[in-house]
């Protein structure tokens, strides 16, 4: 199933006069594809196409509900991403360019493009790291400090109201697939 496919809002029917009593359970339109691909070869299994094919529709709805937010405060989410890494690096919330590129999995020339925007709206500075001259460390300014604070603490309040729709234990379980997938997905075989 390709992200198009999973991007049909057309919804599943169901039997007329039936009543489903939670939504969740109501057939969606992935269901909707799947029955399809069902109909056109029975004989594959699709329950992992299923689950993919709503983490995608979940990642295309989330993204844009996050990026909001940082937009609130005049952020892109890649530059958030930097003022919070610093952030929570502790003090003197400084990192040099290669540990924040290892740290957000960027290139060196995309963070390069980041901390230039970052440094011109007043959010960072660059300074000579003082145990090796040849280079640099980044560190957050008042501004980067109090904004990513701030940006911080309007992103999980709009997160958490994101998945209100899930129980504490529903959530903790989330949680627990989520991880266990990620590592079955980084760990070489």
Known sequence: MSAADTHDDTPASTEPGTRVSDPAAA???V???????????????????????????VNLLLGPAQEQVFTEFGLQRGEFDVLAAL???????????????????????????????LEAAGMVERSLDRADRRSF?????????????????RHTANV?????????????????????LLHHLTTPA
């Open 27 to 29: 057939p969606d339109a």
């Open 31 to 57: 269901d909707a594809v799947v029955a399809a691909w069902q109909r056109e070869r029975p004989d594959l299994d699709l329950a992992a196409i299923a689950v993919v094919g709503r983490l995608g529709r």
């Open 87 to 117: 952030r929570r690096s502790g003090a003197p919330y400084a990192l040099s360019p290669s540990r924040l590129s290892d740290l957000l999995m960027l290139s060196r020339a995309g963070m390069t493009n980041r901390l230039d925007r």
């Open 137 to 153: 460390q980044i560190r957050l300014t008042e501004q980067g400090y109090a904004t990513v604070d701030a940006a911080m603490t």
């Open 160 to 180: 958490t109201a994101l998945l209100a729709g899930l129980t504490p234990r529903e959530l903790t379980a989330l949680d627990t697939l989520a991880r266990k």
